[in-house]
């Protein structure tokens, strides 16, 4: 009775919801620089960032598409208290689209975002069911050049990162006319061949053929491998538009492999398709982010006809990548100095509001604990320097500094000094800038 009791006490009440996780430091820090890299890269091509709502009317996601999963089975929808259906976003491209019609900015309009989305889905590791994302969009050109340039900056942030395992996967849909042609000789094919397809894909291949290509599935992979090949139906143009982006690409070095069984289901989808993949994943889990380019869903939210191109890579599975090549590790939690007051607090209280005015990070221990104590707290806190004021200090106005990296003490660590309080603040500012 007893051990229940005890067991019971361990198990708190609420916890994270499935899928669902809490982000703590120094992990936390490790996402943040994650999204400033990126920020950094887009912000340096010329891209600005959209925040938008969480939330948005359920339509809005249903224009992506009817034959996804996302929209079918994974959202998160719900009337709210003004009787308006509404989801949890799953993804971002539909909002930007919304975006843009409902601003009408100029074209091109650049973006890029960052931020959660949610899906129902069975967690595993590298699926979650609130997962964070950064990506770019672009409304208004269609020039194979910027299919390059959209490429090649998802493979720059890799390179960024120190990922060198990713690789890309590339592939065309053509024209929508060359697409459609395509799709109905996959149905017929795949038809023709129904005994050899699992019931799963049959059910796919209802709703939509191209899907079918996705599939993991063992038993049909001989079929998906012998199915017609997209390159077959291109037109002129799209095979002039799929030519010179991997023209573009082999220009900037970007290395890539033609996937042709690479569609995306999507109905929005024609010309450049990409996946990156992370070498070190499990093949389920490998997509670190993909995109291509898509006509329509400008149109199909009330804007004008509006080509589109983007792409949205997964923040938790990037990293996983990252975990796995060794590169990308957390930074160390660190602050420059800490304020050890035996005196009451108020001088730490003062201390530490004046470095952090000079841009040092300090920080200090509270509760008036004794100097052991305090030390301690020192230690853990990583700081170069510990600053000791104990009331010998206070009477004398002088501070001991004792440096706690042996990098920081060339007399050896823990050699302490006491200099005048006036001069506190230089000797550290110059000490750690
Ligand atoms: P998608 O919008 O489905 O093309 O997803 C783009 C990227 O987001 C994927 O390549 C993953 O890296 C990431 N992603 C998608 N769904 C999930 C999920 N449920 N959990 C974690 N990451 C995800």
């Given at each position: 009775m007893e051990g229940g009791a005890v067991a019971l006490a361990l198990v708190p009440e609420f916890q994270t919801s499935p899928g669902m996780r809490d982000i703590l430091p120094p992990e936390s820090a490790r996402w943040r620089r994650f999204v400033h890299v990126f920020a950094q890269l887009a912000q340096g091509a010329g891209y600005g960032q959209v925040v938008s709502p969480l939330?948005?009317?359920?339509g809005v996601f249903q224009r992506i598409g009817d034959a996804t999963d996302v929209v079918t089975k994974e959202m998160y929808d719900f009337v709210d208290k003004g009787g308006r259906h509404v989801a949890l976003r799953p993804e971002l491209t539909a909002s930007i689209c919304r975006a843009f019609v409902q601003h009408?900015?100029?074209?091109p309009w650049k973006v890029w975002y960052t931020g959660s989305q949610f899906r129902y889905e069975k967690p595993q590791r590298g699926r979650y069911r609130q997962f964070d994302q950064v990506g770019i969009e672009v409304l208004g050109a269609d020039d194979p050049n910027l299919d390059v340039e959209i490429i090649a900056l998802g493979w720059e942030f890799f390179r960024a990162l120190g990922l060198q395992k990713v690789t890309l996967l590339l592939n065309s849909l053509g024209e929508p006319s060359d697409r459609a042609a395509y799709v109905a000789a996959l149905k017929a094919y795949f038809e023709a061949n129904l005994q050899s397809l699992s019931e799963e894909s049959k059910v796919t291949l209802q709703k939509?053929?191209?899907?079918?290509?996705?599939?993991?599935?063992p038993d049909d992979a001989a079929l998906v491998a012998a199915a017609p090949q997209i390159a077959e139906f291109y037109s002129a143009d799209a095979a002039a538009h799929f030519a010179a982006v991997q023209a573009g690409l082999a220009a900037l070095g970007i290395p890539f492999t033609v996937d042709s069984?690479?569609?995306?289901?999507?109905?929005?989808?024609?010309h450049t398709t990409f996946e990156y993949q992370g070498g070190t994943l499990d093949s389920a889990q490998d997509a670190l982010g993909g995109g291509g380019r898509y006509d329509g869903l400008v149109e199909s939210l009330g804007g004008p006809p509006t080509a589109g191109i983007g792409f949205a890579l997964g923040l938790e599975r990037t990293l996983i990548a990252c975990d796995d090549e060794g590169v990308?590790?957390?930074?160390a939690s660190e602050v420059d100095v800490f304020v050890v007051d035996t005196t009451g607090g108020l001088e730490a209280l003062q201390i530490t509001a004046q470095l952090r005015a000079l841009g040092l990070s300090a920080d200090r221990a509270f509760e008036n604990r004794s100097m052991k104590s305090q030390m301690k707290g020192a230690d853990r806190s990583g700081a170069s320097y510990a600053v000791i004021i104990g009331s010998n200090e206070l009477d004398a106005g002088t501070a001991v500094v004792r440096p706690l990296r042996a990098e920081r003490a060339?007399?050896?660590?823990?050699?302490q000094f006491t200099i005048p309080r006036s001069d506190l603040l230089q000797y550290l500012q110059k000490a750690l800038t």
């Amino acid at each position: 009775m007893e051990g229940g009791a005890v067991a019971l006490a361990l198990v708190p009440e609420f916890q994270t919801s499935p899928g669902m996780r809490d982000i703590l430091p120094p992990e936390s820090a490790r996402w943040r620089r994650f999204v400033h890299v990126f920020a950094q890269l887009a912000q340096g091509a010329g891209y600005g960032q959209v925040v938008s709502p969480l939330l948005e009317d359920l339509g809005v996601f249903q224009r992506i598409g009817d034959a996804t999963d996302v929209v079918t089975k994974e959202m998160y929808d719900f009337v709210d208290k003004g009787g308006r259906h509404v989801a949890l976003r799953p993804e971002l491209t539909a909002s930007i689209c919304r975006a843009f019609v409902q601003h009408r900015p100029l074209t091109p309009w650049k973006v890029w975002y960052t931020g959660s989305q949610f899906r129902y889905e069975k967690p595993q590791r590298g699926r979650y069911r609130q997962f964070d994302q950064v990506g770019i969009e672009v409304l208004g050109a269609d020039d194979p050049n910027l299919d390059v340039e959209i490429i090649a900056l998802g493979w720059e942030f890799f390179r960024a990162l120190g990922l060198q395992k990713v690789t890309l996967l590339l592939n065309s849909l053509g024209e929508p006319s060359d697409r459609a042609a395509y799709v109905a000789a996959l149905k017929a094919y795949f038809e023709a061949n129904l005994q050899s397809l699992s019931e799963e894909s049959k059910v796919t291949l209802q709703k939509n053929p191209l899907r079918v290509l996705d599939s993991k599935r063992p038993d049909d992979a001989a079929l998906v491998a012998a199915a017609p090949q997209i390159a077959e139906f291109y037109s002129a143009d799209a095979a002039a538009h799929f030519a010179a982006v991997q023209a573009g690409l082999a220009a900037l070095g970007i290395p890539f492999t033609v996937d042709s069984k690479l569609v995306r289901g999507l109905d929005y989808y024609r010309h450049t398709t990409f996946e990156y993949q992370g070498g070190t994943l499990d093949s389920a889990q490998d997509a670190l982010g993909g995109g291509g380019r898509y006509d329509g869903l400008v149109e199909s939210l009330g804007g004008p006809p509006t080509a589109g191109i983007g792409f949205a890579l997964g923040l938790e599975r990037t990293l996983i990548a990252c975990d796995d090549e060794g590169v990308f590790a957390a930074p160390a939690s660190e602050v420059d100095v800490f304020v050890v007051d035996t005196t009451g607090g108020l001088e730490a209280l003062q201390i530490t509001a004046q470095l952090r005015a000079l841009g040092l990070s300090a920080d200090r221990a509270f509760e008036n604990r004794s100097m052991k104590s305090q030390m301690k707290g020192a230690d853990r806190s990583g700081a170069s320097y510990a600053v000791i004021i104990g009331s010998n200090e206070l009477d004398a106005g002088t501070a001991v500094v004792r440096p706690l990296r042996a990098e920081r003490a060339p007399d050896g660590e823990g050699v302490q000094f006491t200099i005048p309080r006036s001069d506190l603040l230089q000797y550290l500012q110059k000490a750690l800038t």
